[in-house]
């Protein structure tokens, strides 16, 4: 199974609908916080043909709509602050905050453990677990990256756009 993993969107919905395009083909997407506006998580429904997996960031200003849309949608599950998956054997963990991803890949307790808020690409073994942010769909930083993880490999790529 592939999956998607977004982050940092910032309400940028011309490069989220770039990054939805680079993610056919993932059966999964793993939105890891700070869509900030309600529309957007429509525009990540509607891009996105598989089952959608959304854990808060600190940017997520009306959550209230935000679920709203996401019950229409239909394609859509909010997690809350922290998600835990199991995905064809996999245990995967979600969370926006870096500090919160570290400590979770250092219990070695999950195959992939995905954060993102710090808008900056990386990925690592701790022991394990692969730990991953996609880095940004926003383009803040300048470079905008998506992540897919292949559950079969165990392993990630991330893709600048």
């Not at 959304?54 to 709203?68: E, T």
Request: aromatic letters at 8%; charged letters at 20%.
């Amino acid at each position: 199974m592939r999956i998607g993993v977004i982050s940092d969107i910032h309400d940028n919905i011309w490069a989220l609908r770039e990054a939805l395009q680079r993610l056919q083909g993932c059966e999964v997407l793993l939105c890891l916080g700070d869509l900030c506006a309600p529309f957007t998580i429509t525009e990540i429904a509607q891009g996105f043909a598989g089952k959608v997996y959304l854990v808060w960031g600190n940017n997520d200003g009306d959550k209230l709509l935000i679920g709203q849309n996401a019950a229409k949608a239909g394609n859509v599950e909010i997690l809350g602050g922290f998600g835990e998956l199991e995905l064809e054997g996999r245990s995967i963990a979600l969370t926006h905050y870096p500090h919160l991803g570290r400590a979770l890949a250092k219990g070695q307790q999950y195959d992939l453990v995905c954060y993102g808020h710090n808008h900056q690409r990386a990925q690592e073994w701790v022991g394990r677990t692969l730990l991953l942010n996609p880095g940004e769909v926003m383009g803040r930083l300048g470079v905008r990256s998506i992540a897919i993880y292949d559950t079969e490999k165990g392993e990630a790529e991330i893709i600048e756009f």
